[in-house]
């Protein structure tokens, strides 16, 4: 078991993060989503951290006793049974029996010994590379429906998105494509960002389109994908976690969040953005599962309270690096 030591031990710290992390957030519920989501983000990259930064941090040592440094377990003694075979005669009717001597070694029934540091080294091992394929064919699916999408040529279209990136102090070459593996916009790509439209949305009325582009802006500049593609490497890493799930799940709604703060705070009007929410969900009730793993607009996940949040909160402007 002592190969499993440092994995036991980067899984408390990892575990002791998380925790911090949610009692902060918790303590900043009445906030920024923005600053949650900085939270929840540096919290889970932390734990992919934590192996790489541990060898390099100087050891602690503390005393021990010298009661436990002289304590030893006491081997156990052999069973002796003491029987023999050899016969003495006493008379014509009686004959007095002895057997030899036979002595039982215990070790003999433990023989067969589990080795549990393959045990669990094998099972998380098969449930990271699990996670790690589930990523890999996610990554895959993008590269298939970037392929297949089609730019946007329409000057309303480019001029409402030239705007929306002005609007979110987004100095990035975005890219805007049409594509049929989308139910709702959606944003992918780390070096090459990209938002993705359903054909549907050329019927969108201009309020609409307006508030969508906004928000999909606000993801690229806030570099949301890169942060929620290391928040699932952390996830398949320590799968075993299940704080880690609900981590990366928070993280995806205080991302959501964030960003609707922003379009709210840049000037759309609360109940017509929750309209406008409801009215790109709605296209995508029937497929509750996303054809790509992509940031989602209006997915189905936390809708609800993304909506209530929108109506009931106050709107707060981009937080500065100075605060983070």
């Not at 899984?11 to 911090?20: D, E, G, N, P, T």
């Not at 995806?252 to 709210?264: G, K, M, N, R, S």
């Amino acid at each position: 078991m002592e190969a499993l030591l440092p994995l036991v031990l980067g899984s408390i710290k990892a575990l002791v993060l998380l925790c911090l992390a949610a009692g902060i957030t918790l303590a900043l519920r009445h906030r920024a989503a923005r600053v949650r989501a900085v939270v929840w983000g540096t919290a889970i990259a932390g734990c992919l951290v934590i192996p790489l930064v541990a060898p390099l941090l100087p050891t602690w040592t503390f005393p021990v006793p010298a009661a436990l440094e002289s304590f030893t377990i006491p081997a156990e003694p052999e069973v002796t049974v003491g029987v023999t075979l050899e016969s003495t005669r006493i008379d014509e009717t009686t004959t007095a029996v002895r057997l030899p001597e036979l002595t039982v070694n215990r070790s003999a029934d433990s023989a067969f010994t589990v080795n549990w540091t393959l045990v669990f080294g094998g099972l998380w091992i098969l449930g990271t590379a699990v996670l790690f394929i589930r990523l890999g064919i996610g990554s895959w699916r993008v590269r298939q429906a970037l392929r297949t999408a089609h730019p946007i040529d329409d000057s309303t279209w480019q001029r409402l998105f030239d705007g929306a990136l002005a609007k979110a102090r987004c100095r990035r070459s975005v890219r805007l494509l049409w594509s049929e593996a989308v139910e709702v916009p959606a944003t992918v790509g780390v070096l090459r960002p990209t938002v993705v439209l359903p054909p549907r949305a050329a019927t969108w009325p201009y309020d609409r389109r307006r508030a969508v582009l906004l928000h999909e802006a606000i993801h690229v500049a806030r570099l949301d994908w890169p942060v929620r593609t290391i928040a699932r490497v952390a996830r398949a890493v320590y799968w075993f976690n299940p704080l880690i799930w609900w981590a990366v799940r928070r993280l995806d709604l205080e991302q959501e969040l964030a960003c609707d703060e922003e379009v709210l705070a840049l000037g759309t009007g609360a109940s017509d953005y929750a309209c406008h929410l409801l009215g790109v969900a709605r296209h995508a009730m029937p497929t509750p599962s996303p054809a790509i793993p992509a940031l989602g607009m209006a997915r189905r996940t936390h809708l609800e309270e993304r909506i209530m949040t929108i109506l009931e909160r106050t709107t707060h402007r981009r937080v500065g690096m100075a605060v983070l």
